[in-house]
């Protein structure tokens, strides 16, 4: 199956923590955690478009139904709580029950 063909919501909680040098961002790698990251807003909100056209279904994990795609160029980057940088060129919109969205950069699809 190709794109998602019904009406999903944007989840704007999970923003935050995907835009560089956001206080959420922040947060996630004084934890200790890596934090994926889009290269700005106009970035993330552009992919979550093309995912919502044309990505491809990935299957459910972790209560989630998954989207996704590789694109040809880095969309963003995983930065580790060291401060190294990875580039992603994978992106996953993921849609809850309720089907609110949020999407994420990563370096490949989801897996259980």
């Given at each position: 199956?190709?794109?998602?063909?019904?009406?999903?919501?944007?989840?704007?909680?999970?923003?935050?923590?995907?835009?560089?040098?956001?206080?959420?961002?922040?947060?996630?790698?004084?934890?200790?955690?890596?934090?994926?990251?889009?290269?700005?807003?106009?970035?993330?909100?552009?992919?979550?478009?093309?995912?919502?056209?044309?990505?491809?279904?990935?299957?459910t994990v972790r209560g989630y139904e998954r989207y996704g795609l590789f694109f040809a160029e880095a969309v963003g980057y995983r930065i580790s709580p060291d401060g190294s940088t990875i580039p992603l060129f994978y992106v996953e919109v993921k849609i809850d029950a309720e089907n609110r969205y949020h999407v994420t950069p990563r370096t490949r699809p989801s897996e259980e």
């Amino acid at each position: 199956m190709s794109g998602i063909e019904r009406e999903i919501i944007l989840d704007s909680r999970h923003i935050s923590k995907h835009l560089p040098d956001t206080p959420q961002m922040q947060r996630l790698l004084s934890r200790g955690r890596a934090a994926h990251v889009f290269n700005d807003e106009a970035t993330m909100n552009r992919v979550a478009q093309i995912v919502i056209e044309i990505g491809e279904y990935t299957g459910t994990v972790r209560g989630y139904e998954r989207y996704g795609l590789f694109f040809a160029e880095a969309v963003g980057y995983r930065i580790s709580p060291d401060g190294s940088t990875i580039p992603l060129f994978y992106v996953e919109v993921k849609i809850d029950a309720e089907n609110r969205y949020h999407v994420t950069p990563r370096t490949r699809p989801s897996e259980e």
